[in-house]
């Protein structure tokens, strides 16, 4: 089982430039989400997206858009990059919560890699 | 304040040890609680999910303090592939927006 997939896993940018990380789950959740995560502050939520065609911010937007393309897939775009948004990238996809189910586990992708040089 | 909070570590303890780890949350709306792992480079993973009524899996125990707002896990007879990072996650709300704390190193040693 694929799961959550994410490319590309490694990527270097130079300031300014843009870039499109994508993001595919095969478990037909509806909730899907990008964290970044850097040393010493865990795992931030930058956008997440509770069904398709909805999309909300998360604790860090700022320099980012999203686009939930359709329920399998979720991508994360960096319009101009700037060296604070050098980071490692997850994605994650869940079932979305009810009041008829509890505990709903996330599943994440292997992560992305970006320096911003 | 941050909303899920962990005391980073590391926690150095033999193989055998008996270790704990606490975490507290500030939304006293939030339903779903979990521990995650997360190895060196690697994606997190859920290690377990926590109920009201405290459960247990294997070495692993997992309680709920809704009182309290705090959440535990306590690792019996850690072995050497115990070491990784412990993240405490809190989902709340009905987008199941997921917060993490920023984890607890856990280090096991001969």
């Known amino acids: 089982n694929a799961g959550v997939t994410q490319t590309p896993k490694f990527q270097v940018l130079k300031t300014g430039q843009s870039m499109t990380l994508q993001c595919a789950q095969d478990?037909?959740?509806?909730?899907m989400y990008w964290y970044r995560q850097d040393p010493g502050m865990g795992l931030r939520l930058i956008y997440y997206?509770?069904?398709?065609?909805?999309?909300d911010k998360g604790e860090v937007p700022n320099g980012y858009n999203v686009s939930r393309l359709n329920k399998r897939e979720f991508s994360l775009r960096l319009e101009s990059a700037a060296p604070s948004q050098t980071s490692v990238y997850f994605c994650?996809?869940?079932?979305?919560?009810?009041?008829?189910?509890?505990?709903?586990?996330?599943?994440f992708g292997q992560g992305t890699r970006l320096t911003v040089v | 304040r941050k909303e899920v909070e962990q005391d980073p570590g590391p926690f150095n303890v033999p193989e055998g040890a008996t270790v704990a780890f606490n975490c507290t949350y500030s939304?006293?709306?939030?339903?779903?609680f979990f521990w995650y792992r997360q190895d060196c480079r690697k994606e997190p993973k859920l290690l377990m999910s926590?109920?009201?009524s405290g459960n247990e899996d294997g070495r692993f125990t997992a309680q709920l303090n809704r009182a309290s707002q705090y959440i535990s896990l306590l690792i019996r007879d850690s072995k050497l592939s115990d070491s990784a990072t412990y993240l405490c996650?809190?989902?709340?709300?009905?987008?199941?927006?997921?917060?993490f704390g920023t984890g607890t190193r856990l280090q096991v040693t001969l």
């Open positions: 994650a996809s869940s079932e979305t919560w009810d009041r008829g189910r509890t505990n709903t586990e996330a599943f």
């Open positions: 478990m037909n959740h509806n909730s």
């Open positions: 997206s509770a069904s398709e065609g909805t999309t």
């Open positions: 939304n006293s709306a939030s339903q779903s």
């Open positions: 926590v109920y009201s």
């Open positions: 996650v809190v989902s709340s709300g009905t987008a199941s927006k997921l917060t």
